[in-house]
């Protein structure tokens, strides 16, 4: 016996109504009114999506964070892109002043006084960013004084003039960004110890200083997180006394790059082995993304569809904050919204999916697509990437889960064409689903990505069902 679900009406919740307003409907939503698929346009096998209730790991909202980074945002911008983060993708944090611009950036000024990216307008000042942010992270300077260890007392200067003015307001607190990075070290291993020692002697500096200045605040030192033994060695250099001093650690996770040690997968795996040599457990991964080796002529929504077991990835290592990187402009395969802030791409619509239904309890998923399932109350959503462009018919069978019907279900749909600037831009249109039974009464709910029909097309389709 077979029972289909209705068709879920095409209605605009929350803050896609917000979206609607900002883009002036950019988003088409398809309405109501599409039955279900027929039998000619589903896959002959089903490809099985399996659930297990038992709990991974807590999601810690602060996952959904993203980077304002100072030079490709100008101040006039600014409004439109904290707008965009907040009401399009539901961002919890916001990192300031965000990856180099922190090394070369001048607060009281607001202008950036080195380095290679200096823009034209100034980017947004401290104080009209935090009155803006719905949490902010900030970076202190570490690049002077890894370049000559004379300069560390600037830099712990700078650092606790900082956290004395901003320290009520802003909790996390980052020591520099990118050492292993800087002065070329990524290609010069000796170049890349040195810049360790150098950056344990500022941190042996500047953390206890940065203490003493507000003992509220989170101060986590960084290092590479394909290496964690990095971790241990400067836990060592830094000395026990002032590692006290630091709270957490902070990595760049930019992983799934297909060079050896970064794929997201490995991320519970290396997070666990920095906590055990760094001696922290706090984590931040200040700085986060998806490698551009795995994207190449891969825009929008295939991204998209790589970054739902991304975000698993991380919440399965127990990350207890994320800013993602970039979400406007820098890369547009990768970005939330266009320069314009007129188009939203998939890979910010399933960004705020997340955001708003990957929360409560982690879950974990079998069968060959790569899924991700959250439970939070009584509810489970899962995210199912189709992963390429044939159709396909996705079962999910429920027996011995405690769900039995479907609250919700949508599915995220691309332009079908070569054309990269649409193929990143999305439309939502709700996902038939069928709920059928087993012999034995144990409930199957299934549904058809990539069905090739006018209205879906067939490019990469990502559902979102929620079972109760």
């Not at 991304?310 to 990187?325: G, S």
């Not at 609250?407 to 439309?427: K, L």
Request: some cysteine; glycine content about 8%; overall charge neutral.
């Amino acid at each position: 016996m077979v029972k289909p679900f209705m068709p879920l009406c095409g209605r605009v919740r929350g803050s896609a109504r917000i979206l609607i307003r900002l883009f002036g409907g950019l988003l088409s939503m398809v309405g109501a009114g599409i039955g279900a698929l027929p039998p000619a346009h589903a896959a002959e096998r089903p490809v099985e999506v399996g659930l297990s209730m038992t709990p991974v790991a807590a999601i810690n909202p602060h996952l959904f964070g993203v980077n304002y980074v100072w030079h490709l945002v100008s101040d006039d911008e600014y409004p439109r892109f904290s707008a965009a983060m907040q009401d399009l993708t539901h961002a919890r944090l916001m990192r300031y002043p965000g990856g180099w611009a922190a090394e070369w950036y001048d607060w009281e000024s607001n202008r950036e006084v080195e380095g290679n990216m200096r823009p034209e307008r100034p980017g947004v000042d401290p104080e009209t960013f935090l009155a803006l942010a719905p949490e902010a992270s900030f970076v202190v300077p570490s690049a002077h004084a890894i370049r000559d260890a004379s300069q560390i007392g600037t830099d712990v200067a700078t650092a606790v003039t900082l956290v004395r003015r901003f320290g009520n307001r802003v909790k996390r607190w980052e020591i520099g960004n990118e050492w292993w990075l800087q002065r070329g070290a990524k290609n010069d291993p000796a170049m890349r110890e040195r810049n360790l020692v150098a950056y344990a002697g500022l941190v042996a500096a500047v953390a206890p200083a940065m203490r003493a200045a507000n003992p509220a605040i989170e101060i986590y030192a960084t290092g590479d997180w394909t290496e964690p033994q990095d971790f241990a060695t400067l836990r060592r250099l830094v000395g026990a006394r002032a590692w006290a001093a630091v709270g957490g650690l902070s990595i760049h996770p930019y992983c799934g790059t297909l060079e050896a040690g970064t794929l997201c997968s490995l991320l519970p795996e290396r997070i666990a082995a920095i906590r055990t040599q760094g001696g922290k457990e706090k984590i931040y991964a200040s700085e986060w993304s998806l490698g551009l080796a795995i994207n190449r002529d891969n825009f929008g929504i295939r991204n998209a569809n790589q970054l739902v077991a991304a975000v698993q990835d991380l919440a399965f290592a127990r990350i207890d904050a994320a800013a993602y990187w970039p979400p406007v402009k820098a890369v547009p395969a990768f970005a939330f919204v266009s320069a314009s802030y007129d188009q939203l791409f998939a890979t910010g619509y399933l960004f705020g999916w997340m955001s708003r239904y990957y929360r409560g309890q982690a879950l974990s998923t079998t069968g060959p697509l790569p899924a991700a399932a959250a439970r939070s109350g009584d509810e489970v959503t899962l995210f199912v990437p189709s992963m390429n462009n044939g159709r396909l018919t996705v079962r999910i069978p429920l027996g011995g889960t405690g769900l039995s019907r479907v609250v919700s279900a949508e599915v995220m749909v691309a332009a079908d064409t070569v054309d990269h600037d649409r193929a990143r831009i999305v439309h939502i249109a709700p996902l038939p689903t069928t709920l059928g039974y087993r012999p034995d009464g144990a409930a199957d709910v299934a549904f058809d990505l990539n069905p090739g029909t006018p209205d879906r097309g067939k490019a990469w389709e990502i559902a979102r069902i929620t079972l109760r």
